[in-house]
């Protein structure tokens, strides 16, 4: 079946240090694959996406690239900040139209010390 | 424009009572989406509706839980009785219906505890 696997935490990182999450799933067909972010006290955010192999998703400073040989979508950050600390959450959808369910991995939880 | 909403925030009952969360989507929005996390687990999705018409519910754990969304809007999920098993933290998304690149926007969560 369709499944994610994530790195465990929590992840502790110093401020401007480099992060790496690694993410793979399992699917059949061409899943789009997503990173969430969930800041304390708040909900899901979309962080960044892909929809097809070799693409690459960015925002803030983080990318992605999905890489279908290796069935992977590892999230990245050349230097992190105090304010990145989070829970990071990689998905995929399964269906190949807009309206499919995510299924997500277990969570990341980042601490940025100053 | 309001985001995606949820009531209650947080909800603490004992095993055998019922509890009924909401959600309102953002306007507009005619897709619903109800995700569960138990605790150090996958956030799992439970069911989708498209306007008031369930699309999945193949997530819905048993029969305890029942969801409705009439007139399309907002959305609640009742937990009738509630088991220990069901606690955790209980998300909802909404989408618009398009094609493509469609962003699922998730509200903040309500969690549910079970004594």
């Known amino acids: 079946g369709n499944s994610v696997t994530q790195m465990e935490g929590p992840v502790t990182l110093s401020e401007e240090a480099f992060l790496t999450i690694n993410c793979t799933y399992t699917a059949t067909g061409y899943p789009s694959l997503f990173w969430y972010v969930q800041y304390p006290g708040e909900g899901l955010q979309l962080l960044l996406k892909a929809t097809k192999a070799d693409d690459k998703g960015s925002n803030k400073g983080f990318e992605a690239t999905y890489r279908k040989e290796t069935t992977s979508f590892h999230l990245e950050k050349g230097s992190v900040q105090v304010s990145d600390s989070a829970v990071y959450f990689c998905?995929?959808?399964?269906?190949?139209?807009?309206?499919?369910?995510?299924?997500f991995g277990k969570g990341t939880k980042l601490s940025v010390k100053p | 424009e309001a985001g995606v909403t949820q009531f209650p925030s947080h909800s603490v009952i004992e095993k055998g009572q019922t509890v009924t969360l909401r959600c309102d989507p953002i306007?507009?929005?005619?897709?619903l989406y109800w995700y569960r996390r138990v605790m150090g687990k996958e956030i799992k999705f439970l069911l989708h509706f498209v306007k008031e018409s369930k699309q999945d519910e193949s997530g819905m754990p048993n029969n305890r839980f029942l969801a409705e969304r009439t007139g399309g809007t907002y959305s609640t999920l009742k937990v009738q009785p509630a088991e220990l098993e069901d606690s955790g933290v209980y998300f909802c998304a909404s989408s618009r219906i398009a094609g493509g690149t469609d962003t699922q926007y998730f509200g903040p969560g309500t969690r549910l505890t079970v004594l």
């Open positions: 306007s507009g929005h005619d897709n």
């Open positions: 998905a995929l959808r399964r269906s190949a139209g807009s309206q499919g369910n995510l299924i």
